[in-house]
């Protein structure tokens, strides 16, 4: 059963992904735009490429001949993806999949247009003209986003009409890929926002994880928990919409399909195709499985029974607030004291300021109340300074 698995992208989910696999008999090629990657470090094999970069993504695929592609980020050049499921390898979830959900606009008019999902109104502009007119007639205050783009690098509110060519500006300078493209999305008026872990099988009944809340700044989380405080009617519906527009998608993976959740009722929000970086809440052990062992167990075949809420947890990320190299941390051993307790630090090699460096993780049994935790993972999350060697530059 022994599969060599291509991961493309090699961040902090990705180097709990090649921790799953390699504790399934797996042997991985960890692949990103620099040396020294998180997963690179626990991969068996590591290549530094542009994944933009069609011929320099075939070269690699041609080298290692994988069983198996994981995809981990948005930035690769996903049409050959049909190429490398025509050549008889396994691209995860699928390349119909990857090449979709890395593109904002053909996401959004699949669950909208084609499935019928309930979305917030949004529109389309490829210039800061008809990001204008596109603004006035979605209304104010508005979310845009770069079409091609993850944990909310790129993404602004537009709340005056100053604020239209920042917005602009700051997608073309964030946004993930090669397309010019935004999404301008009125403000949904939500009491929470959730992310519904969901995975589906080759050969399986599509499961649904516990739901986890989550709470974003700057379009990226900062804390999540599990169970999300949600009612029955919501999770429902949010299960309903997740197994529509994943198998429409079709392959084996988890997703995380991200929800509002209104006073009104559920709303679609985004789909990742691949394990969710609020999920990291489930290395807390809420889970019998996180959703790193999920997402490896549902593309290697291997049957999931169930999946159960163990007990309730929380994570709080690390943030750095410099750019540099060659971090370390203090006020380790201040949070090792706290009971209940762990933290995942990801040996990104270096810093810049908001990018998240680790995370604390608290739990307890499944009767506590949750958003205690969530303050208890908060407050060890603030004791954590990043400290790093600030880059100079010689005149």
């Known amino acids: 059963m022994l599969k060599k698995i291509l991961l493309l992208g090699s961040g902090e989910l990705g180097k709990e992904f090649v921790i799953a696999a390699q504790r399934l008999g797996q042997q991985v090629v960890a692949v990103d735009s620099y040396e020294n990657a998180p997963a690179m470090q626990v991969a068996d094999y590591f290549e ?15 080298k290692h001949q994988p069983n198996l592609i994981v995809p981990e980020i948005e930035a690769i050049r996903t049409e050959r993806f049909y190429d490398y499921e025509k050549q008889g390898i396994q691209v995860v979830p699928s390349a119909k999949a990857a090449n979709f959900t890395m593109d904002r606009r053909a996401i959004r008019d699949l669950a909208a247009k084609d499935l019928g999902l309930r979305t917030a109104k949004y529109l389309y502009a490829t210039s800061l003209d008809e990001m204008y ?3 006035e007639e979605v209304g104010m ?3 845009v986003k770069p079409l091609m783009s993850s944990s909310g690098k790129g993404q ?9 060519q920042k917005a602009w500006e700051i997608a073309g300078a964030k946004g993930r890929g090669d397309s010019g493209e935004v999404i301008v999305e009125a403000f949904v008026k939500f009491t929470s926002e959730i992310t519904l872990l969901t995975v589906t099988q080759q050969d399986g009944p599509t499961l649904f994880c516990p739901a986890i809340g989550h709470v974003q700044e700057r379009g990226d989380y900062q804390q999540s928990w599990q169970p999300a405080l949600i009612s029955d009617a919501d999770v429902k519906a949010a299960q309903e919409m997740a197994d529509k527009v994943t198998a429409a998608l079709g392959g084996a993976g988890i997703w995380g399909v991200e929800f509002f959740i209104c006073e009104d009722g559920v709303v679609f929000s985004e789909l990742s195709p691949r394990p969710h970086d609020t ?5 807390a052990g809420t889970q019998n499985f996180s959703e790193f062992e999920l997402h490896c167990r549902a593309v290697l075949a291997l049957p999931i029974p169930e999946i159960t809420l163990e007990r309730v947890g929380a994570s709080s990320v690390i943030l750095a607030h410099q750019e540099g190299v060659n971090p370390y941390f203090e006020g380790l051993e201040q949070i090792a004291v706290y009971p209940k307790s762990d933290f995942r630090l990801f040996g990104k090699p ?6 998240r460096m680790g995370v604390t993780l608290a739990y307890d049994s499944v009767d ?3 958003m205690a935790i969530v303050e208890k993972a908060k407050e060890m999350a603030a004791l ?9 530059i010689n005149n």
Do not use: F, H, W
Request: glycine letters at 4%; charged letters at 20%; aromatic letters at 2%.
């Open 279 to 283: 999920g990291m809440v489930t290395l």
């Open 384 to 392: 954590v300074t990043v400290i790093s060697k600030q880059l100079t």
């Open 141 to 143: 205050p508005c979310v």
């Open 133 to 135: 007119t596109a603004v």
């Open 368 to 370: 506590a109340d949750v």
């Open 350 to 355: 270096t810093t810049r300021e908001y990018r």
């Open 48 to 62: 530094v490429i542009n994944m933009l970069d069609g011929a320099a993504l075939d070269a690699v695929v041609a």
């Open 156 to 164: 602004s509110v537009v709340k005056c009409q100053d604020d239209i």
